[in-house]
């Protein structure tokens, strides 16, 4: 097993950086959040750099960190609920139309669309991220489709 260095780490986050955020902004839908989130999963990877086991699995161990970043974020803010969030103020994609549309997924469609169609990540990924079933990755995918199909058509 080789130990995953400080400036494969750099170029992994450079690399990712659109994604990274977009995946963020999906979880908190607010520009300053996913920002916060974004930094805070780096460095938390920095601080956990040891633990990455396989260089392959590298991009999907960071975008764990970030979800888990997001959903801290989350939490906060519903023990805070203190802000509504809306679309239409913090959309930094608000001439996509799909993406508007994507954003009104339900959040356990919405994340798995996000990692799927815009991450490129396979299910059995997407399933370790998220830490649920490699089936009901498929399933919410699916169920995600319908969705879309019925919103576009």
Do not use: H
């Amino acid at each position: 097993m080789t130990k995953f260095s400080k400036q494969e780490l750099e170029k992994l986050i450079l690399d990712n950086r659109e994604y990274l955020y977009r995946l963020a902004f999906s979880y908190v839908k607010n520009d300053a959040d996913a920002q916060d989130a974004v930094s805070e999963a780096i460095v938390t990877a920095y601080e956990k750099l040891y633990s990455i086991r396989k260089k392959e699995s590298a991009r999907a161990w960071l975008m764990q960190i970030l979800v888990n970043k997001c959903v801290s974020i989350l939490r906060q803010k519903k023990k805070e609920s203190e802000i509504q969030f809306s679309i239409e103020n913090c959309s930094p994609f608000e001439y996509d139309e799909l993406w508007l549309v994507v954003m009104e997924l339900p959040k356990d469609l919405r994340y798995i669309v996000v990692l799927f169609y815009y991450e490129q990540f396979t299910t059995k990924e997407i399933s370790k991220i998220l830490k649920i079933a490699e089936g009901t990755v498929k399933s919410r995918l699916a169920r995600a489709r319908r969705k879309l199909y019925e919103f576009l058509k």
